[in-house]
């Protein structure tokens, strides 16, 4: 996660040293807030993300049964291991104990499994599950409505799930870190029409608040299975602002410096001089699409 575990800044940063408050920023283990500048999210439903701003999002409340260390090497999340079948097509893995759902309700297999059947459902409406999810097999048949499960998924016990692809691949566990297959609650899903709001997951952080237009408000999951996030509190603020401003304004803690502004902000005699950090840049794609009608 990338607020919740130590990472590189981005490419042409500014981040100052105190809170919008006035207060010391918060070290490393300190607890606290944080303010960002943030996106409007197209979705918090990790079955749907298809864009980068709201996968920021994603990656902080939701997790997986793997993930991507700082190296861009797969690492356990969930799983804390896994084997593979001599011939390449079946994936083991074991959960890790005493895993738990923001609210505390324990997690099982069959979370993980529901997961990855509901975003093979054509009901849910994945534009992305065929991409990511799409070596399993049975996925395709259940994305073209001639199945009502997923074969390949299997739950001998709670904290075991097979996964069985249709042929040996290489980047198949690296298609497992992207939300697609993230878990969500299934209780919660049927009961919840306006589960997205508040999900109850298994990431590093819990959604407290999101005001579209306004902010998305994070907190720390205490109990989370892995690294316990180092902030208490994240706030993104989503008005349409230049993001610079409000960092000039002492209104947010860091914000990202665009091109135009890049000599400014490294010039000298320009106090924000000192609080420019600059790094390797974010892992996404951007790109032109061109309308040939």
């Known amino acids: 996660a990338a607020i919740g575990t130590p990472a590189a800044p981005a490419a042409g940063v500014v981040a100052g040293p105190t809170t919008p408050g006035g207060v010391s920023a918060p070290g490393p283990r300190d607890g606290g807030i944080f303010v960002l500048p943030g996106g409007e999210p197209s979705t918090l439903d990790p079955a749907l993300v298809g864009d980068v701003v709201s996968a920021n999002y994603i990656y902080e409340i939701y997790s997986g049964l793997v993930t991507l260390s700082p190296d861009l090497e797969v690492v ?16 083991t893995f074991t959960l890790r104990a005493g895993i738990v759902f923001h609210d505390g309700r324990p997690l099982a297999a069959e979370d993980v499994a529901f997961a990855i059947e509901r975003a093979c459902d054509p009901a849910t409406g994945s534009r992305v599950a065929e991409t990511y999810l799409g070596d399993i097999v049975g996925c395709g048949d259940k994305l073209a409505g001639a199945a009502t499960r997923v074969a390949g998924l299997a739950t001998p016990d709670a904290r075991t799930i097979g996964i069985t692809i249709d042929a040996p691949k290489a980047y198949f566990l690296s298609k497992l870190t992207y939300p697609t297959s993230f878990v969500v609650d299934p209780d919660q899903v049927a009961s919840d029409p306006e589960w997205q709001t508040r999900p109850n997951a298994t990431g590093p952080f819990r959604l407290a608040a999101y005001v579209p237009e306004g902010r998305v408000e994070l907190v720390r999951h205490a109990a989370y299975h892995g690294a316990v996030a180092h902030l208490e509190r994240v706030l993104f603020d989503l008005r349409p602002v230049s993001s610079l401003t ?17 000599d400014r902000v490294r010039d000298p005699l320009n106090p924000l001089s000192a609080e420019v950090v600059e790094g390797p840049g974010d892992l996404g794609l951007s790109y032109l699409g061109f309308n040939t009608r």
């Not at 356990?76 to 994936?91: C, F, H, M, Q, T």
């Not at 409000?246 to 890049?262: F, R, S, T, W």
């Open 76 to 91: 356990p999340d969930l799983a804390e291991r896994w084997s593979i079948s001599p011939d390449g097509k079946v994936y």
């Open 246 to 262: 409000m960092y000039e304004n002492g209104e947010i803690d860091a914000a990202p410096v665009g091109v135009g502004d890049l």
